[in-house]
Every structure is written in C-alpha cells, then in structure tokens.
C-alpha cells in the first residue's frame, strides 16, 4: 500500500504532534542507493548536517569520487562536481585555489583515495590545501563488486583475492592516513566510524571540525571514517558490524592522528 | 596609443597572452619542449604583480588537467600546457572536461613520439588531438598556430570560443614555433572577472536548485540523449568556427594543405614551384577541428592534385582525402623523428608526386 507520507504528516501535526527530529535540507529526497548496513549514508547525512549547522550551504562545494558513492550529488543538496578515479583531490585544489573563500571537500573511498589517487592525495597533502577530504574506508571495493582494495586485511577474501589477500602477493593493508599525518601539510587527521551512535556522534564533531578548519588556512584537514561494506564482505548488517569491530578497527584503530597545537 | 611590440618565443608569447587575457588560472607540470609558458608565468609572478591569476605546478599532468576540471566547474577561466607524452596523460582528464561540458584552454607544444620520442617538434598527434585521444564521442575544437603572432592570438580565441560552446579548446603547436622568437604585437591588459554562468557550482544560494557538474549518466537512454545534445553542438561548432588560411589559390593548378610549422614550408615551396612555372597554392587550416573540409572539397574542382605536407606519417591526409572523396589524387609528403622538411625537398617530392 502506498502511503502518502506529506498527508500522514500533516494529519500527525494536526493531532498535536510535535517534530523532534528532521531530515537535513542539504538531503535531497532521494532515497539512499546504498545497502542497508552500509555507512556511507550516515557520513553523507554528518557532512549535510554540518554544512547546514555551519550556515556554509551557499559557500561549500563538493568533490563526489568513483566508487559507492560517484552519485553523492543525488542525495547532497548542494553544488557539487563529479571528478574522475582518484582525483577528487586535484579538482578540489583547483577549485579551492581559484575560490579561496569557499568550503570546499572531497568525499572518497579507500581505492579512490589510497590507490589510484595516491599521488594527488599526497600532494594535496603536502601543499597543504584548505580543503577537507572525507575518507571512506571498508576495506573492499564496493561499486565494482568487492574486489581488493589497497586497505584489505591480510587475509580478507575479495572477488580478486578470493583465498584471501596473501602480503607476499598482494602487498599489505596500506593506512595512508598515517603516512599523511607526517606531512607538515596536514593540520588535522582523525579516524572515525560511525558503527554504534556514539561514534556517529564522534565523527560529526570531526568533520565539523574539518570544515572550521578551512577558516585558519592551515592546511588539509582529513577525516578518515571506517565503515562497513556488509555486501562486499558477503556479511548481514548486523554480522559487518561486529566483524568491523572485530578485525577492521584493530588494524584502523579510532582517534586522533595529529591534532592541531593549542597556541597556549 | 602606440603598439607594444615586443619579441617572445612562442611558448612566452602563451603565457604573456595568458595574463593579459584575463586568464585565472594555470596549472601544470614541466615538459620539454613548453616548460617555458610556466616558467614564464612563474618569472612574472601574476598572483602577485599583475592580474591576480594562479600559477600552479602540479604532481603531474594527471593532476594539472583535474586542477583545471576543478577550477573550470566554477566558471574560470583556466588552462593547462604540456607536449606530446604529457598530453597523453591528460586525455582522461580531457574527456571528462568534454562530456562535463567545461570550458578550458589545452596547450600541446608537440613534440615527436611514439613513446617518450624525441623532444625535436613534431605534428604527429594530430589523430590524438581532432579524433578524440580520450575515451568517448567527444571533440574539441583545435586551433593550430603557425607564427608567434599567433600562438599568442589563440589564447583569448581559444578561451573565448570555449566559453562560448562551454567545450574544451586545444591550441596545438609543435616545438619550433614553442621554441622561435619572433615579433609580437600585444593586446591590452584585460580584466580578470568571472562572470555569472549559470550552469558553475559555486555554493548553492537558498533561491536555487543545486548545481552538479557530471558527465555520469548510468540510464542508457539519459547517456544517449545527452550525446546527441553534445553532436549537436558539435554541428553547430562545424558550422560557425571553420578558419583557415589560402595563399595564391586563385589561380592554383595544385594545392599544397599544410598547418603550423609545415605551412611556412609551404609558403617556400610555393615561391619555387612558381619561379618554374608550376601554380601551386596553400591551404592553411586554422582549426583542424573543425575542419575546412567544404572549401577542399570546392577546390578539388579546380586542382589537379593536393599534397599535405606533415611533420608525421601523414595524419592529417585523411581528412583531406574525406573532404575530397576521391576527386583528384592526394599525397603527403613529411619527415619524422622531429625533422623539419627543407621547402626544396618538398618541392623536389612534389614534382615526383606530380608532375614527372
């Protein structure tokens, strides 16, 4: 049955209900394409909440990336660009360069940002870009149909490492987070997830502090946020979950990477 | 007001009409035989002492041409440089700002190939440049410089017809006009502005929908009509920006067809041929894309025969050969390997083609 969700609205205010909660208008309302389980509708809702709090709407920009999420633009209320595999990093840099009063980001998966784009990713880094750049990371390639990506774990079965990713093959999980935060520019590098509530509530206040960050032009500010792709891991929502807190975090693990320095 | 002249290699002679053109942005990465165009803007310093425009080096050419992508999305006016190798690099990036519908300027100061080649000046990638070296039904409109002047001329050209059709612009050159200095009359400094285009992501005001740039369309159908709408403009451009050149065609019995470097060779060829009694002619395309495919096809009425001269195995042939569809011979002639033809070779080839 089709129910007509602006009329059941209308009818609960008029029996005197109160909205205690709403939807971002930095949502469109499309709904998801994601599967059920997976995070990357949760950071997109974080970073539109934000955007909103923040009262940045009609100065932010955004960078969508290949991967899950190369139609971000469909569900981000906001002027956004697609950029090609890996260079979300570089668009934004020419974006933020020739705009410098704009917010600007880049939203990015684990191939995205840490294979194919791993040479703008550091050097946006290492100029130092007042940009923000969301780094989504499960451990698979999603869009493609779960094959290896460059943050699998060892072991971790993939459609292109179906006996699992072998080092001696394959190479190890690559946290390149890390290896940014060594950049003198980097200011701000956080690992979040966004698997039970409180750490969705850690995560936004990352990412808010990603985009005030663009206001002191100290450099990229990055958030990684660690999620679970229960589809490419062949796993129910609830059976990621616990596998993402299990193995992924051990190897990711939550929190601060470099923090600014406190002037006092 | 007296002219300002001034002597530039045409690679300075880019970037100096870059700045003056009002141009906001480059971005790119050094290549022999153009590296000059950013050392140029680099000497000169515009972000700080002239017009306020960036100057970048990128990683890569890979990254240089997204740089562009990026800054062309918001409505400015952006360009990029590189030579043979390079530009292979960016034709991914290229294909996107086409099928994004963006505007930009694309400098190719060729150089010879295949592979890393030879930095000596080439024109064998005019098949990458008119035929589309990236993925996709896609073209850019190219404009082929054959003096300094020009080089310097295109510049504004180039970004004003990519504005125009909201379509990337390529200006291929080859490394001997990169490398010549010659005289340039130069134009008055313009404002570096950024007009309000509608279709620019720049924030999202509350009175208007979201703007997103893409050229992602995963419905089949949705993909084809936006290729349709891109042929069509595309048949527009075909019909309103063909420019070329004709030297002593009145009254030509044979047609030399020849752009960039290969035309001032032909403009040599065309003295001897005469001082013996041969009337030989030039037609110099300016745009290879589009090309000035109807006014061959008319000449092919008149001339016995037509020879393009090429610096590469003969690319550009074949579009005359399609203009003219069989209606009198067409030859090419050309060296390889980055050397240039000395105009009495060509002559001495010309008159085996033809005449003996």
């Known amino acids: 049955m089709e129910i007509d969700v602006e009329q059941y609205k209308k009818d609960l205010l008029a029996q005197g209900a109160e909205v205690v909660f709403s939807k971002t208008k930095n949502l469109t309302d499309t709904p998801f394409s994601y599967c059920g389980g997976c995070g990357h509708g949760v950071a997109h809702r974080l970073i539109m909440e934000v955007i909103e709090e923040m009262g940045i709407t009609d100065k932010t920009i955004g960078v969508a990336p290949v991967g899950c999420a190369v139609i971000a633009y469909e569900f981000w209320n906001i002027d956004a660009v697609q950029a090609a595999h890996g260079r979300a990093s570089a668009v934004a840099t020419g974006i933020k360069r020739t705009n410098p009063e704009k917010f600007v980001f880049a939203y990015q998966g684990d191939g995205d940002l840490a294979a194919i784009g791993t040479a703008e990713t550091v050097h946006t880094c290492n100029r130092g870009e007042n940009i923000a750049i969301f780094f989504i990371n499960n451990g698979i390639y999603g869009m493609t149909g779960g094959q290896m990506a460059p943050t699998s774990l060892i072991g971790m079965p993939s459609s292109t490492a179906p006996y699992g990713r072998n080092p001696d093959m394959h190479g190890y999980p690559l946290s390149l987070t890390n290896l940014l935060a060594q950049l003198p520019g980097t200011y701000y590098i956080t690992r979040q997830a966004v698997n039970t509530a409180a750490n969705v509530r850690k995560c936004k206040k990352a990412i808010r502090q990603a985009f005030e960050n663009q206001k002191l032009k100290k450099g990229v500010s990055l958030v990684e946020i660690v999620t679970n792709c229960n589809s490419g891991w062949k796993m129910t929502a609830r059976q990621a979950n616990k596998w993402l807190e299990e193995n992924m975090l051990s190897q990711y693990p939550l929190g601060d990477i470099k923090v600014p320095k406190t002037d006092n | 007001m007296s002219k300002e002249i001034k002597l530039l290699k045409g690679n300075e002679a880019i970037a100096e009409a870059a700045i003056r053109c009002g141009c906001d942005a480059y971005f790119g990465y050094p290549i022999t035989p153009q590296s000059e165009i950013i050392e140029y803007l680099a000497a000169e310093d515009p972000y700080n002492k002239r017009t306020g425009m960036l100057v970048l080096q990128a990683e890569s050419e890979v990254a ?293």
């Not at chain 2, 010549?180 to 950024?194: A, C, D, I, Y």
């Open chain 2, 64 to 356: 240089a041409i997204n740089m562009v992508y990026g800054a062309a999305c918001t409505g400015k006016k952006a360009m990029t440089s590189s030579s043979s190798p390079g530009m292979s690099l960016k034709q991914e990036g290229i294909s996107y700002l086409a099928g994004a519908e963006l505007p930009c300027l694309i400098v190719n100061v060729a150089r010879g190939g295949p592979g890393l080649g030879t930095i000596q000046p080439s024109q064998a990638d005019y098949f990458q440049t008119v035929k589309g070296g990236g993925h996709g039904d896609y073209n850019m409109i190219v404009l082929a410089p054959y003096t300094v002047q020009e080089q310097y001329d295109f510049v504004k050209l180039g970004f004003d017809l990519a504005f125009k059709y909201t379509n990337p612009v390529m200006i291929l050159s080859d490394g001997a006009i990169g490398q010549m200095m010659e005289k340039v009359t130069l134009s008055e400094q313009l404002p570096r502005e950024t007009p309000d285009h509608e279709w620019t992501a720049k924030g999202k005001p509350t009175n208007r929908e979201r703007h997103y740039i893409t050229s992602l369309y995963l419905q089949s159908e949705v993909m084809e009509q936006k290729n349709l709408q891109l042929q069509a403009k595309y048949s527009e451009i075909r019909a309103n920006e063909v420019r070329y050149e004709e030297i002593q065609t009145e009254d030509a019995d044979y047609l030399l067809v020849a752009y960039g470097i290969s035309a001032r060779i032909a403009r040599k060829v065309v003295q001897l041929a005469r001082a013996e009694g041969i009337k030989v002619g030039i037609l110099r395309p300016i745009t290879l894309w589009p090309f000035p495919s109807a006014r061959l096809k008319e000449l092919a009425q008149q001339v016995k025969g037509m020879l393009t001269i090429e610096m590469s195995a003969g690319q550009m042939i074949e579009d005359v050969r399609l203009a003219v569809e069989g209606a009198v011979p067409v030859k090419h002639y050309g060296r390889m390997g980055g050397i240039i033809a000395t105009p009495t070779e060509v002559f001495i080839n010309f008159k085996k083609l033809f005449i003996e």
